[in-house]
């Protein structure tokens, strides 16, 4: 909710600063790529200190809707906003424990984990360089990683993380084609309790079909 009401802000912004000459866009884009994660998993109780790593890619199908200041140079200036959540990775375990004095303490079970990153905002220029419409892309990500789990005794909240973005692109009247590469500030989550902790890196490839009005 707080990087909705940042896009909302931030587009207002662009409306009321722009120059007379700029144009002033609305639209919506499809984008496709993959999501590649590395984590760990520390547990710090006294039964267990082991860390657990994986690494997941994650495809993704999506969409954004934006707003973009476009001056006659084609220099652009523009923020997004992805309604749906893109899913970063899930995973499963299950642990078997017999050290325990009573069964109901015994640390066992089937453990599952899910991150999405949900409410991506993204701020945005595209330079323009040669001709036929080509550009560079820089970006910066606003967004909240959700984490939905099943642990023994812990639970994970949600963080707010910053991206950066970098791709190039054509614009073609009021279509655009991009590919860009993001990569996001290091994941690091303690459960409510403090006893466990996940670290992690996110990075992003992407493809990204826009349709401005």
């Known amino acids: 909710m707080k990087n909705i009401l940042k896009f909302l802000a931030a587009s207002l912004m662009i409306m009321s600063f722009s120059s007379v000459k ?23 109780t006294a039964a267990d200190t082991s860390d657990r790593s994986k690494s997941i890619k ?34 499963s375990r299950t642990d078997t424990s017999t050290g325990a004095d009573v ?30 419409g080509w550009y560079t892309l820089l970006g910066v990500h606003m967004a909240t990683v959700e984490t939905t789990e099943t ?18 692109g054509q614009r073609n009247g009021n279509m655009k084609y991009e590919l860009s590469y993001s990569n996001f500030e290091e994941i690091n989550i303690s459960s409510a309790g403090g006893a466990n902790s996940v670290s992690a890196d996110a990075d992003v490839l992407q493809f990204r079909l826009s349709y401005g009005f």
């Open 103 to 132: 069964a109901s303490e015994a640390d066992t079970g089937t453990r599952t984990a899910e991150a999405d990153l949900s409410d991506l905002v993204t701020a945005y220029a595209n330079i323009p360089f040669g001709t036929n």
């Open 58 to 91: 994650e495809t993704f199908v999506g969409g954004d809707i934006f707003i973009e200041s476009i001056s006659d140079s084609g220099m652009t200036y523009g923020l997004s906003y992805v309604p749906l959540d893109v899913k970063l990775g899930s995973g």
């Open 151 to 168: 642990l023994n005794t812990n639970a994970y909240p949600n963080e707010d993380i910053f991206g950066a973005q970098i791709g190039f």
């Open 22 to 44: 700029a144009e002033i866009q609305y639209g919506f884009a499809i984008t496709a790529g993959q999501a590649d994660v590395s984590g760990t998993e520390t547990e710090g």
